[in-house]
């Protein structure tokens, strides 16, 4: 029945009634969501374990290279922490991964003339060794182009020296990496395409020192492989100076690297069991394994031990999830990422469904918030929760990068989040006997866990 002028006051009054309803409905949750927010920050600054885990990771297991004793170490200490923890199911996912091992400490020299000058280098990951000491005289460049130009007769027979600061005038560290990325990944073939025998790398970070940085690079097939390592910032700028007064610089140096057959390791895999919604998945990790220099401890032990306090602070909390919460702890993220392709391909052979996936792989610093992977609906659900921790210094909902450990997830249904840190010291300590614990800030570390904590939340009561 149509309805007349005389009963529109009537429609009008239940609209809003409805409208009031729906108001004092989303302000009961908002005043719900800011109140275990406050419980699960007072649980982890209170009770937090998490800078104590890292302690044992760091000191007592050590670096963590895949294929290494070190990290099949790491993974029964992880899962036996989760189970400790009350994890509902633990569990082992095997993952082929490469075997790759430095030897014996590098060691090379620079030479003007009859005067020899140590020089600080690291092999990078996955790079033959030299056979012995290898010694030649030196090029500078920045840009791989650079080769094209000077042609195989000025580069033959040489060691390239890429050059190639990051920028300092990106605000984002991350995006800055990204920029000078290139040359520690292909710098080694395109020299040897002209000739070169070796290839050194300024280290892919703002700071002035003597760390230097590793990191993986990749030899072309088609290419012959010669060996690869990265140099300290300041014997960069030593060498540098010196080709830059004409004088000729001659770098020796001795590396010791082997690489084996590939091997099998785990990731680890935790479960809380959703009570509504136990097929739909939320994901919060980071990566088990690191270089073999330093102890991983931003990269990526803090990721590690925030992933494992989200369980640990909501078991704490009596918190009964709706949706299954899964902390995953990968393997291989640094020199193959076979841990999170594996842990995707199982997912999809299985056709479980991840509702959502959170990564923390930029260190252990002071939270800022969240970019995201994912629909406008996401984003714009993010952009609402970080008003929720506001109080809390998390004001960062961007989007951008997630992980890549989680990266092989995405599709159109799945969120993908990586935590922000504050990240302008975070290539400080990346890749370099410089990433120890005792340059992980407690407070910082455990504000970082309660932020993942708070949008594993969020998400769950999506």
């Keep these: 029945m149509a309805l007349g002028c005389n009963d529109l006051p009537m429609r009008l009054t239940f609209t809003l009634l409805f409208a009031f309803g729906v108001f004092l409905s989303s302000g009961q949750q908002m005043n719900q969501d800011s109140a275990m927010v406050r419980q699960i920050y007072d649980e982890v600054l209170a009770n937090a374990e998490a800078h104590d885990n890292l302690h044992y990771l760091c000191k007592e297991i050590g670096h963590r290279l895949s294929g290494s004793p070190q990290l099949e170490n790491a993974i029964y200490w992880g899962k036996e922490l989760l189970e400790n923890y009350g994890a509902d199911n633990v569990f082992l996912q095997p993952v082929m991964v490469p075997k790759w091992t430095r030897g014996e400490q590098e060691t090379a020299h620079m030479h003007v003339g009859e005067e020899a000058e140590r020089i600080r280098i690291t092999a990078l990951g996955g790079s033959i060794g030299t056979g012995g000491t290898i010694k030649a005289p030196v090029i500078e460049v920045k840009y791989l182009e650079d080769l094209d130009t000077l042609g195989r007769e000025a580069v033959e027979g040489k060691i390239v020296l890429f050059n190639r600061p990051m920028d300092p005038l990106l605000i984002n560290t991350g995006m800055a990496y990204g920029g000078a990325y290139d040359q520690r990944s292909y710098g080694a073939s395109k020299a040897a395409e002209y000739g070169a025998v070796g290839a050194l790398v300024r280290s892919l970070t703002h700071a ?255």
């Excluded at 099998?264 to 069991?273: L, M, R, S, T």
């Design 208 to 462: 002035v020192d003597t760390f230097p940085h590793t990191g993986a690079m990749r030899y072309q097939e088609d290419i012959p492989r010669i060996p690869a390592a990265g140099i300290s910032t300041v014997d960069a700028r030593k060498i540098k100076l010196a080709l830059k007064e004409g004088k000729e610089v001659e770098v020796s140096m001795n590396m010791n690297c082997v690489a084996y057959d590939d091997v099998e390791q785990f990731n680890v895999i935790a479960e809380i069991k959703g009570s509504e919604f136990p097929d739909e998945y939320i994901v919060v990790g980071g990566h088990l394994d690191s270089w073999d220099i330093g102890e991983g401890a931003h990269d990526d032990g803090a990721g590690i031990v925030q992933s494992i306090e989200v369980l640990r602070t909501l078991k704490a909390l009596n918190y009964t999830p709706k949706r299954t919460i899964r902390v995953v702890l990968f393997i291989n993220e640094e020199n193959g990422n076979n841990g999170g392709k594996t842990y995707a391909a199982v997912a999809k052979d299985q056709s479980d469904f991840h509702f959502a996936a959170i990564e923390s792989d930029s260190g252990g610093f002071s939270p800022r918030g969240f970019s995201i992977e994912g629909d406008d609906e996401g984003y714009d659900s993010l952009k609402e929760w970080v008003g929720v921790l506001e109080p809390y210094g998390i004001h960062v909902a961007r989007r951008g990068w997630s992980g890549v450990d989680i990266r092989p997830l995405k599709n159109d249904e799945v969120l993908l989040f990586g935590l922000v840190p504050d990240n302008q010291r975070y290539f400080d300590y990346h890749h370099s006997n410089n990433d120890i614990w005792e340059n992980v800030n407690r407070r910082e570390l455990h504000l970082g866990a309660a932020s993942m904590a708070s949008l594993v939340y969020f998400l769950d009561n999506l």
